[in-house]
């Protein structure tokens, strides 16, 4: 039988022999809690006896619910010590001492002082303990500090703590967090500084904040204004105008010169634009001088318009600038408006 077997084996016998019938003795006769606390307790004397560690702990908890005696308790604290709760076991027997203490049998008060004294003192230097430091003149205003998620204040003194893992946690409004993980072995004490934190990275820029707006309505500033446009982009239309006008002029001038052509046919043929046979042909050099007409009108009015467009935008090219032009049976003209 192992060490913590052999014990939890003698806090059995000492609970057995003096707290069970301690406990029915001062009870009241058929009192189902007391009866019900005496059994389980002799419930887990039997686990135990089989090597059932776990169930007989389980059993001596429900006793202790039932009734908190010091021999219930005592054992209780060798299960929270077999399970490495060394904080809770030492506070396990800390109160079997006090509850013996307040025993009325001097006898019975005696074995469990005796016992309980034994246990504390076996178990006490099994404890480890964290002391932790600050720098000495903390540069680190707001600093908090965390023990296994707890807040920790207890500066400079030793935290008793349970063997295993702990976690360390420093904070500060501005700083990079400083986090410690610690693994605290029975019986050792260690001491951990908390060193002044590094401050956090720089946040990033803030955006510029726009100008206020001019009060006439105008645009608040340059940095607001939209990209310029492209000059060579923009000249694109005008020049397209130069070309489509030049090109309609040149088809004017072409349909003119036939219409001259049968201008001179009709007044061979036709004396005083007269026809005596056919109108059709009067009625073709009309129309062929109409058409001469327009093509030149068109194509000067093009032309014109997209000369005058790079003659604007050649010195200024924010200047706002629209162009119309159009043509019908009366004539062509052209519409520009602009800001000179």
Do not use: Y
Request: glycine residues 8%.
């Amino acid at each position: 039988m192992s060490g913590e077997l052999r014990a939890l084996s003698l806090a059995c016998v000492l609970g057995l022999s003096l707290g069970a019938r301690g406990a029915l003795a001062q009870a009241p006769s058929g009192s189902a809690p007391a009866e019900a606390s005496v059994q389980l307790f002799r419930e887990g004397r039997a686990l135990l006896a089989q090597g059932r560690m776990n169930e007989a702990c389980q059993r001596f908890r429900a006793a202790l619910e039932l009734r908190r005696s010091p021999g219930t308790l005592l054992n209780v604290g060798k299960c929270l010590e077999s399970e490495g709760q060394l904080l809770s076991a030492l506070k396990a027997f800390e109160e079997t001492a006090a509850l013996a203490r307040a025993e009325p049998d001097k006898a019975k008060a005696e074995v469990w002082s005796d016992a309980s004294r034994q246990e504390i003192e076996a178990l006490t230097p099994r404890i480890p303990h964290l002391v932790i430091q600050t720098p000495a003149a903390p540069a680190d205003a707001g600093l908090e500090v965390q023990l296994d998620g707890a807040p920790f204040r207890a500066f400079g003194a030793p935290q008793a703590l349970d063997p295993g893992s702990h976690r360390v946690l420093a904070s500060a409004p501005g700083k990079l967090d400083f986090t410690r993980e610690l693994a605290l072995a029975e019986g050792q004490s260690l001491a951990l500084e908390i060193p002044a934190l590094e401050p956090a990275p720089a946040a990033a820029a803030a955006p510029l904040v726009a100008a206020p707006a001019r009060l006439d309505g105008a645009s608040a500033s340059a940095a607001e204004a939209p990209p310029a446009a492209d000059t060579s982009s923009s000249k694109v239309l005008p020049w397209t105008l130069v070309g489509v006008g030049g090109a309609v002029l040149a088809g004017g001038i072409v349909t003119g010169v036939v219409a001259a052509s049968k201008a001179s046919d009709l007044e061979d043929d036709c004396p005083n634009h007269v026809c005596e046979d056919d109108l059709s042909q009067r009625d073709e050099a009309a129309n062929t001088a109409l058409v001469a007409d327009i093509l030149m009108g068109t194509g000067l009015v093009l032309a014109g318009a997209g000369v005058t467009w790079l003659i604007l935008t050649k010195d200024d090219d924010a200047n706002a600038t629209s162009i119309s032009a159009g043509c019908h049976f009366e004539g062509c003209a052209a519409t520009l408006r602009g800001r000179f």
